[in-house]
């Protein structure tokens, strides 16, 4: 079959290898139809190479028709149309009966001390071939792969793999009160999808703010109020409070993560380490790693004391500094973590049978062929061609 493969920093490539089969009875092989690049491929892209063989499939966001299903399989036969969650969860363990499937604690990568795995993410999360490919093998065929209808397109439905339940997290977690306000730091997928739940959810105003013109007037016609970033600079505090009648917004969603502009000094760092033998770079991020705070530092600026934030931008630094005093003295509530796609798809999937009040079909910017995925990784990375969403078809 065809793949996207990680190869070194900023290289993939669309390869043969060899298909899939069928390991475990509970096993099924999955023909994708559609496949999302997702802002945290970039990091795969950037910074975690250290993690990653040459060959190595990407992709975690991925739905398509089953095309085998083990002996043991009974909740999907070959013709299903199903989305495949990026956890690699069992369904049945602790932390899947909590709703932690980001945790489960059948797949939890143990050698890393990290959580479940997860689809095309590296050695970190378990290093499973991910779904940026023809094919992809599903373990737990029974509880894993969510059964969509047939019908409407698969724009409809892909979301569902991470987008849509990591957003619906990040508003979770942010606990917005009704009728309360919320800024969503960052206008990618996550950030804008994550506005557009607020508004549904009734919060107000939801304050959007990036600095990519694209992404903020896209944010702006759907009834987000759009700050661009480029203009308010240090000073984006004093506006959001100019709004909230001096006090900040009632929650806030980080949705910018380690990729966060502001922070030159992490950003030579992160270059100077992608630059060593793996060896020694695992062994730095591991230990003394940091990332670009510049988001997370302006979160604790622009919420309102005693005000949630939210954190769904992924973050990979051992050794971050924290304000714990302005987070202590504002009495800030601090929530954050991988998506649990599974706890969330009763809450979401009656909104894409139903109708598309969240706009999905729509959300890509670009449909393109899975053998341009080099193309689209490069300029997704560089935020060009008002590419915000890709899906790509195999």
Known sequence: MRALTYQGKRDVRVETVPDPRIQDPTDVIVKITSTGICGSDLHLYEVLGPYLDPGDILGHEPMGVVEEVGPEVTALVPGDRAVIPFNVSCGHCFMCAQGLQSQCETTQVRKYGTGASLFGYTKLYGQVPGGQAEFLRV????????KVPHGPPDDRFVYLSDVLPTAWQAVEYADVPPGGSL??????????????????????????????????????????????LRRHGKHLGDAIRDLTDGRGTDAVIDAVGMEAHGAPVA???????????????????ETVGVDRLAALHMAIDVVRRGGTISVSGVYGGAADPMPLLTMFDKQ???RMGQANVWRWVDDILPLLIDGDPLGVDTFATHHLPLEQGPQAYETFQKKADGMIKTLLVP
Do not use: W
């Open 332 to 334: 800030i509530q601090l």
């Open 183 to 228: 800024t969503v730091l960052g206008l990618g997928p996550i950030g804008a999808m994550a506005a557009r739940i607020a508004l549904h959810q009734g919060a107000e105003p939801v304050v959007g703010v990036d600095l990519v013109p694209d992404r903020l007037n896209r944010a702006s016609e759907y009834g987000v109020k759009c700050l661009d």
């Open 139 to 146: 373990p737990f065929g029974n509880s894993l792969p969510v």
């Open 267 to 285: 950003k030579a760092a992160h270059a100077a380490v992608g630059m060593l033998p793996d060896a020694i770079a695992t062994r730095l991020m």
